[in-house]
């Protein structure tokens, strides 16, 4: 058992319409812990035919919600917001339990997501529309912005907490119902905000929560059924392209938070302390496995040697392990799947030339864990470099000239987050413009706010979550043409 202040914060239980109920499953979701494997509690499995229910829950709810007053919305999300705030050890603790980051980044993502909460609050009051000058005379044009209608959200294991407040505060703010589908690996967060949802006053059907052992029998019906108009999800490029092609028969509106590759560059003109540190931050950040971690290292090569040499000593410096133990900077990754992954990664990196600097070897304490590893003399034919690694490596690769470095930053299909060091402000503005990300970190490597719009370019999606452009995805612009006047 968890040692938590409010026990009832660990439900076992789907939310559906207001109520805690067993799914229509047999079956039972075993959710461990993946710094030792323990099992925390099991979780009842949702259907096809729970997650049809659930939808058809919201549609009904929405007929009330969408008409109460943004002022309503937004003082039912500030209390969910205190709540959140007022429990934030037993919500971290569930989260380091069933993710695995430690609990001090565990906390930052309580007070992360919560922010995400508040900000939609105040959002909820400002969802304006126009008048339109109108190009006749006797008329008036203007638009309102609507809720668009239900929504699915389906939320990854990373950031179980976050990624679930991202999505399900805007859609609330904006009058829409909403039924989140968290990953089977991490599903108790995301119940836990539910229970907390319910004791703020959200009222029922609003917002619910199906979780299954069969996640694509869910994910089928959350795209196929005609009642969800939009669906926002966060995960991996490839479930992304299946769920944008099942939600084209319905045309449903689509947000995606796809997966990135981000290139972190550092140019001869850059502060190497303050690269190292942002390095550190955006490398290490939950051991390697967000969205938004620096995937490739392109760095001068008049600065190589320093550089390599400063970054591989602060990362000497983190401790893996537990992330119970307040020591401990980098914990497990999700599964011993990932690990075998990101080890592979670097197996064939190392097969084609490339040379370990630290780590690089399976961890000794235990099938999750992975040391941070740094590789040099990477090269752009290197699956490493391709590809996301999702996972504490960081593959680094030398540059002569700007043109090249943009060349390497540009060549994939993600297009994320990138980072730029250099101390050049032409250079800043040109480098920025001419890279293809959604979002540019310059000498900066902590970009995640709830204030700015989170979201990438190419295969890394489309839509943007959080600042003044987050409510857009969940709101239709209604056009009036008055005429006769
Ligand atoms: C993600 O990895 O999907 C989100 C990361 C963030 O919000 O910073």
């Not at 409010?6 to 076992?12: A, I, N, R, T």
Request: glycine share 8%; aromatic share 8%.
């Amino acid at each position: 058992m968890l040692p938590l202040n409010d026990p009832l914060l660990l439900k076992g239980q789907l939310f559906i319409n207001g109520e805690w109920v067993d799914g229509d499953s047999e079956e039972s979701i075993s959710v461990q812990n993946p710094a030792t494997g323990i099992e925390i509690c099991r979780v009842a499995s949702a259907t096809k035919k729970d997650t049809a229910f659930s939808i058809k829950c919201a549609q009904q709810a929405l007929q009330t919600w969408r008409q109460t007053t943004a002022k309503h919305r937004a003082d039912l999300l500030k209390n969910w917001y205190q709540l959140i705030v007022e429990n934030i050890d037993d919500l971290a603790c569930i989260l380091n339990a069933e993710q695995g980051k430690p609990l001090a980044e565990a906390k930052a993502e309580i007070l992360y997501g919560a922010s995400y909460i508040e900000w939609f609050a105040e959002e909820a009051k400002r969802m304006y529309g126009d008048i339109i000058p109108s190009n006749k005379a006797g008329q008036r044009l203007l638009t309102l912005k609507q809720p668009i209608g239900v929504v699915a959200a389906i939320t990854p294991w990373n950031f179980p907490n976050a990624m679930i407040t991202r999505k399900v505060a805007p859609a609330l703010a904006a009058g829409c119902s909403i039924i989140v589908k968290p990953a089977e690996a991490t599903p108790l967060s995301a119940l836990a905000l539910a229970e907390l949802a319910q004791r703020a006053g959200i009222p029922k059907g609003v917002f619910s929560v199906v979780v299954g052992v069969d996640s694509k029998e869910i994910g089928r019906e959350l795209t196929d059924n005609p009642l969800v108009k939009k669906l926002s999800f966060t995960g991996s490029t490839k479930v992304g392209k299946i769920l944008i092609k099942q939600c084209a028969d319905t045309v449903k509106k689509v947000s995606m938070e796809l997966g990135g590759n981000a290139p972190f560059i550092v140019f001869e003109d850059a502060d190497i302390d303050q690269a190292v540190q942002g390095a550190i931050a955006s490398k290490f950040r939950n051991a390697g496995q967000t969205c938004v971690c620096a995937n490739r290292f392109l760095v001068h090569t008049s600065v190589y040697q320093e550089f390599t040499t400063k970054f591989v000593e602060a990362t000497r410096q983190l401790e893996v392990g537990n992330g119970i133990d307040p020591k401990v900077s980098v914990g497990p990754l999700i599964n011993a799947a990932a690990v075998q992954d990101v080890h592979g990664k670097v197996i064939g990196a190392l097969e084609k030339g490339a040379k370990v600097l630290l780590g690089g070897s399976p961890s000794k304490l235990g099938e999750n864990f992975y040391p941070p590893t740094i590789l040099a003399d990477v090269t752009p034919d290197m699956e490493i470099f391709q590809e996301e690694i999702f996972g504490p490596v960081a593959p680094i690769i030398a540059f002569d000239t700007e043109q090249q470095a943009l060349e390497l930053a540009n060549c994939t299909e993600a297009g994320l987050a990138s980072y730029v060091y250099t101390q050049n402000y032409s250079r800043i503005w040109r480098f920025s413009e001419n890279l293809e990300n959604g979002i540019v970190g310059i000498n900066e490597g902590v970009i995640s706010t709830e204030v700015a719009p989170f979201g990438g370019t190419k295969q890394s999606g489309n839509g943007r979550e959080g600042s003044k452009y987050g409510m857009d995805d969940y709101t239709e612009i209604k056009y009036l043409c008055m005429g006769g006047i």
